[in-house]
């Protein structure tokens, strides 16, 4: 469990702490996201709320220059495409979990706006260390991204299946 995840909904106050805490450590800001072409080692340190501090004076310590910074806000399209989503598959699954993802999904629209991901990372020797914090509500908005996600691979899969097929 993320440790800030247990106490904020929106992550913008722990975002602007996290920019003022690298530039009073003068080190720079790259907007960027590491992605998963690339080796990485994730900080793990779930005890300590504020262990982004630990892992911002790391980067220093190893001589980082910059860091990169990105986050997640909630877009009102992107959550829009998500329900529009469950809805299309709910004659693929059981009606009942098909309903109960839809019902958490439409109670996703508090969280539009807010920042629910924020993601630092640095790199250092050929591999780039991250340190990752979201909420709980956008773990579970990644969880039913996924799971239509999931869901639209199983029909693509059969589909080709299908055209495989003398």
Do not use: C
Not at 32 to 40: Q, S
Request: charged share 30%; proline share 4%.
């Amino acid at each position: 469990m993320n440790p800030l995840s247990m106490h904020f909904d929106n992550l913008a106050s722990t975002k602007d702490d996290m920019v003022a805490f690298i530039e009073g450590h003068g080190i720079r800001r790259v907007p960027a996201h590491a992605g998963d072409e690339i080796p990485t080692i994730l900080w793990e340190d779930e005890t300590n709320p504020d262990s982004w501090k630990d892992f911002v004076e790391t980067a220093k310590a190893a001589g980082a220059t910059f860091i990169t910074m990105s986050d997640v806000v909630l877009e009102k399209e992107d959550l829009e495409l998500l329900i529009e989503e469950l809805q299309e598959q709910d004659y693929n699954i059981e009606m009942g979990a098909a309903s109960s993802e839809l019902d958490e999904a439409q109670a996703l629209v508090s969280h539009i706006g807010k920042i629910g991901h924020v993601q630092l990372g640095f790199p250092h020797q050929g591999i780039v260390f991250l340190y990752e914090t979201s909420t709980e509500w956008y773990d579970r908005y990644r969880q039913l991204l996924d799971s239509v996600g999931d869901l639209g691979d199983i029909v693509f899969e059969d589909d080709d299946n299908e055209d495989e097929q003398p």
